[in-house]
């Protein structure tokens, strides 16, 4: 039986890999690594930092070109399923081809594989689709949720209270969700948290480029930051060609015993490389 191994990698700093990712890397003989293109060249060079500074053993590293996603259609949920199915054809090509049985094969996955990630999804179609035979096992990543709040030092909750995670284009549909005061935004090519003003008392906690060299933090009240980060965002994406990018929005008013309290709130704009 082939095993499969899809291992968290973390947001970007080969640090933010467990302990138990770091002794899965060292039992892969082969990993799949998907091609995105010379535009995202240094995604590749901290894949390969990661993969020098934890292996020990021999291993291939089997590169795939990354099928292309249609990102303007009008049915979105079709268009996604339309590229995990080209991508399903290409993972069965590369277990079947590239790992001999009983080998172990292993896909790197940025952050955490349960949080927006494909993988997991893509897989177990395979599996439905009984087109190749294999086991497979998921070792957890450090999310760019948890560098997020690190960074920005704060905790991800507040007592007794829900956090939800969303994608950018559900916010701008349909606006801040009612009953939450913690929102995670990710996938935000729109830059959605522009909607809001001073009235609906919000701050936002914003990073791009997460555990990496070039990371960017803001914070602060979103009506008083929505222009920086707007401008900073598309600098950093014309600067690298791309950007992943990441934000808490936090209710400034929240009920405690009948009264409301104003929480405090970071105003940060720092480089890692300048600190």
Known sequence: MREILIIGIGAGDPDHLTVQAIEALRRVDVFF????????????ALRQEI??????????????????????AADYQ??????????????????????????????????????????LAILDDLRE??????????????????????????ALNRIGRPVQITTGRRLADEGFPTGVDDLVVMLDAQCAFTQFTAADGIDIYWGAYLGTPDEILIAGPVHETADRIV????????RKGWIMDTYLLRRTLVQTTG?????????????????
């Open 231 to 238: 401008t900073a965002r598309a600098e950093a994406r014309r």
């Open 33 to 44: 690594l998907l091609d995105k293109g010379a535009v995202k060249q240094d995604l590749a």
């Open 129 to 154: 689709r009984d087109v190749v035979e294999f086991d497979h096992q998921v070792i957890p990543g450090i999310s760019s949720v948890a560098v997020l709040t690190a960074r920005h030092r704060i």
């Open 78 to 119: 079709a268009a996604v399923e339309d590229w995990r199915r080209r991508r399903a054809d290409r993972f069965a090509q590369l277990i079947r081809d590239e790992l001999p049985d009983g080998g172990c094969g292993a896909f790197l996955v940025w952050g955490d594989p349960a949080l927006y990630d494909s993988t």
């Open 51 to 72: 993969l020098r500074r934890h292996t020990t053993g021999a291993y291939r590293a089997v590169e795939i070109a990354d099928p292309e996603r249609d990102r303007t």
């Open 259 to 275: 009264q409301h309290q104003k929480t405090g709130h970071q105003t940060r704009d720092d480089r890692a490389d300048d600190e």
